[in-house]
């Protein structure tokens, strides 16, 4: 859109049809953190959103795609709420600490099944995936390692000669790492539960 272009107004339908949408992920997200994935079924995502089974998957053509679009509401929602968050930090370990508590915490209270979904959908080359779903995560994902790196770049712990992409990187990994490993049941905990810890390791590495 140009700087100076009016932005055009959405048709009736096209309201209709996104608000009907948002309607849809917000009870697919109750359904999904109650149910889990296995369990819910898109009948009755459409029943509790009081649409056809036919209505629902006008807008979804499977429930893969549907737990998708719920999982990246979620954490595009959140890349809002990272940016406040260590924005109102003073120091960088305040900062890392707001990253690592977001990124590590939107998971409290979700069951395994629902995170070994979002990581098997996550490296999924399924077709039925909806087009662009895939490219978000990569964004997202991009997104979390440039604010590390803005993080340690300002923390001045580097030592010489690391590159800062590559730190950004490894550290990001290593969340993710903790993601599988818990939802395979490798790590005991769920992964909120070792932000204290990553803090201790990385402050340890950093002196």
């Not at 509790?48 to 209505?55: C, D, K, P, T, Y």
């Not at 979620?74 to 930090?89: D, F, H, I, N, P």
């Not at 990001?172 to 790492?177: H, P, S, T």
């Amino acid at each position: 859109m140009l700087e100076n272009e009016i932005p055009r107004k959405l048709t009736r339908r096209e309201r209709e049809k996104a608000f009907r949408k948002q309607a849809i992920l917000d009870v697919a997200q109750e359904i999904f953190a109650r149910e889990g994935y296995a369990n819910a079924g898109m009948a009755q995502i459409a029943q509790e959103a009081e649409l056809s089974v036919g209505a629902l998957y006008q807008s979804f053509p499977n429930k893969a795609t549907l737990f998708a679009e719920v999982v990246l509401r979620q954490l595009e929602a959140g890349r809002k709420q990272v940016a406040e968050l260590t924005s109102k930090q003073a120091t960088w370990p305040e900062q890392l600490h707001a990253f690592l508590d977001f990124y590590m915490g939107w998971t409290v209270g979700s069951n395994s099944d629902f995170i070994r979904t979002v990581i098997e959908l996550y490296y999924s080359s399924d077709p039925d995936i909806a087009p662009g779903v895939m490219e978000r995560f990569r964004n997202l994902e991009q997104y979390a390692m440039d604010v590390v790196k803005e993080i340690l770049l300002k923390s001045n712990q580097l030592s010489q000669g690391v590159d800062p992409d590559l730190a950004a990187t490894v550290l990001v990994g290593a969340l993710n790492a903790i993601y599988r490993s818990c939802s395979i049941g490798l790590l005991p905990r769920k992964p909120a539960e070792y932000i204290d810890d990553i803090n201790k390791l990385i402050f340890k590495i950093g002196n």
